[in-house]
């Protein structure tokens, strides 16, 4: 007898009430997949954007959310227990395509990597999608030794990581935030720069004469002005207006590529297309931050676990504004 597989269904695009929980049949695992019993699964911003219809990556209703997840092996492979990935092994995994909120998933094992003894479940399932951003995101950005750096969204879970990689590496860091988030981005050793203010931009430059490099989410050309001509900028997503994010995440992607050579030059971050495309680099990545936050040496993120069945209190938590810790469903 088959176990059921309970998951959450985006029903139609729209806010947390489009969300369903459903039991249907796991069936058998997938020939040369790895069967995994999800445990805890990472709820994010990008979890809230897709069930709205403005992820550009799920353009159609009827997926499960969720990118990142902890669980433990039920059924493996010949291939992968080579490797051991043997059955009750607890491993952590980015997805490059959505489906995390689950209780069971069938997985290649080139997504999987096991977690330290040392670190909690929860805490482990919340960090692969964030720690994979902001290491992509610095390994693409190579500032000048000692020069300044711009973190646009440095009190947010990835621009709190690559701020604190920055200030390690010696770089005077200067985050764009909210007022309310002034405090901890200060604690962070940067300068808190208020985004809402006109001509932030231009003071900044005339500060820097134009940082090194710059790590952006929100997709605005004019952070170019704030980059020195020999800079770089990571731009990590374009959403900018509520109700055209797949317009605008296509067109300035597009515009991105198409300044690989510019000056300054721009690379895009994508995630899902890392993990697809580069699995053993990403692997390593994952194992490395994963091991680095099993003996303290990079913050972890205040977690709060829910149920799988509360996943729209979650959606309606991200919706009004949730900060300060991450969510993690726990199925």
Known sequence: MTRPRRRIRVARFGGPEVLELVTDDAGESRRGRVRVRITHASLGSTDALARQGGYLLQPRAGFTPGYDFLGVIERTTA????????????????????????????????????????????????????????????????????RAVLVQGASGSVGRRVAAQAIAAGHPVFGTGSASNRDAIEALGATWIDYREAGWIERLRAATGGVSAAVDHTGDPAVRRAVSPDGKIARLSFVGRRGHERGDTVRGGLRAVGRSFAHPAERVVSVPLFVATRPGRYRALLARQLERAARGEIVVPEVEVLPLADARAGHARLDAGLTGRKLVLAP
């Open 79 to 146: 291939d992968a227990a080579a490797r051991g990935l043997v059955e009750g092994t607890r491993v952590a995994a980015c997805l490059p395509r959505m489906g995390a909120h689950a209780n069971l998933i069938d997985v290649p094992a080139r997504l999987l990597v096991p977690v330290p003894d040392a670190l909690d479940s929860a805490v482990a399932a919340s960090l692969p999608l964030d720690v994979v951003t902001a290491a992509l995101a610095w390994s693409l950005m190579h500032p000048k030794a000692g």
